[in-house]
Every structure is written in structure tokens, then in C-alpha cells.
Nanobody, 127 residues
Framework: DVQLVESGGDSVQAGGSLRLSCVAS????????MAWFRQAPGKEREGVAGICGISSRTLWTYYDDSVKGRFTISQDNAENTLYLQMSSLRPEDTAMYYC??????????????????WGQGTQVTVS
């Protein structure tokens, strides 16, 4: 079974930067999509960024419009680690951030229900 463990969340001031990490253990799909989602209190979980590939090669990256140009998703397949580099943080970025994994297929990357595995979340607070 796949386990995802996020880290890197913190409290920062607006304009600051953070890097989130997600380490995957157990079986990891060869053809996989991994993504970062976030959920603020009282709001639905939303996709932030996704990265999908075939045979462990990254082929597609995706970003929500709200984070384009500010956030960068990347992965280190050798370390089974997913990253989210966040810069120019805004108060509206405050949320619990979750890492998720699934096989690569045609369902849109930001469809919450399409992911099989989720981490426990890491809190990002921007003031």
C-alpha cells in the first residue's frame, strides 16, 4: 500500500516562501499522477498543482490559475518525493495542504475523487 507523508508547512508572512515535501513509500505507480490539494476551513478541497508521467518520466504539469507563476511542483523519482515550492505567498493561500497520488489516466488532474492515496496534510498559514 502507498503511504504519503507531507512536511514543510509553517506560518509565514505575506510575500514569503515555503517548500512542501511529500515522501511516498510502499508501491508507487510507474505511470502516476501526483498532486497537491489544499483545503481552507469551510471550503472544498481544491487542486493546487499536479504532475503526471509515464514510466516515471514527467510529461505534464498543471497549476490552478490562482498559483500560476508563484508555485512550482516537482518530483524526485529516485527519492520518491514530491515538492511544492511556494513563493509570493498570500493570506488566501492559508490552508491545509495535502499530497495525493493515483495512476495516470484521462480524468482531470484536479478531480479530488480520482486520487487513491492521500497524506495527512501539512498546515500553511500566511498572515
Amino acid at each position: 500500500d502507498v503511504q504519503l507523508v507531507e512536511s514543510g508547512g509553517d506560518s509565514v508572512q505575506a510575500g514569503g516562501s515555503l517548500r512542501l515535501s511529500c515522501v511516498a513509500s510502499g508501491y508507487v505507480y510507474t505511470n502516476k499522477c501526483m498532486a497537491w490539494f489544499r483545503q481552507a476551513p469551510g471550503k472544498e478541497r481544491e487542486g493546487v498543482a499536479g504532475i503526471c508521467g509515464i514510466s516515471s518520466r514527467t510529461l505534464w504539469t498543471y497549476y490552478d490559475d490562482s498559483v500560476k507563476g508563484r508555485f512550482t511542483i516537482s518530483q524526485d523519482n529516485a527519492e520518491n518525493t514530491l515538492y511544492l515550492q511556494m513563493s509570493s505567498l498570500r493570506p488566501e493561500d492559508t490552508a491545509m495542504y495535502y499530497c495525493a497520488a493515483r495512476e495516470t489516466h484521462g480524468v482531470p488532474w484536479n478531480r479530488v475523487g480520482s486520487y487513491n492515496y492521500w497524506g495527512q496534510g501539512t498546515q500553511v498559514t500566511v498572515s
